[in-house]
Nanobody, 114 residues
Framework: QVQLVESGGGLVPPGGSLNLSCKAS????????MGWFRQAPGKQRELVAV???????NYKDSVKGRFTISRDNAKNTVYLQMSDLKPEDTAVYYC????????WGQGTQVTVSS
């Protein structure tokens, strides 16, 4: 039983920056993975970035060098720093928490448009 609260979505122009955060609460394990997925209209949900409890990270190739995932274990919070945003980054971004099962946030809209 984990609850995830996301914040930070919004409307930004191409080339702009946006920061997302996700706070986990409830039955938090000592070792867990957190990450971000996104889903655009008419498309499948896809991995954006994940980070392990030890700080190891993996990114979707198209966001490498532009997005940075980080976590604060003391706050049970994961962050996604996004820069040089492109229209194709437009999607609903979902926070994920994983221990022996997966939990999902409700999603936050990121729109990149002029």
């Amino acid at each position: 039983q984990v609850q995830l609260v996301e914040s930070g979505g919004g409307l930004v122009p191409p080339g702009g920056s946006l920061n997302l955060s996700c706070k986990a609460s409830g039955s938090i394990f000592s070792i867990y993975v957190m990450g971000w997925f996104r889903q655009a209209p008419g498309k499948q949900r896809e991995l954006v970035a994940v980070i392990t409890s030890g700080g190891g990270t993996n990114y979707k190739d198209s966001v490498k060098g532009r997005f940075t995932i980080s976590r604060d274990n003391a706050k049970n919070t994961v962050y996604l720093q996004m820069s040089d945003l492109k229209p194709e980054d437009t999607a609903v971004y979902y926070c994920m928490y994983r221990d022996y099962t997966d939990y999902w946030g409700q999603g936050t809209q990121v729109t990149v448009s002029s």
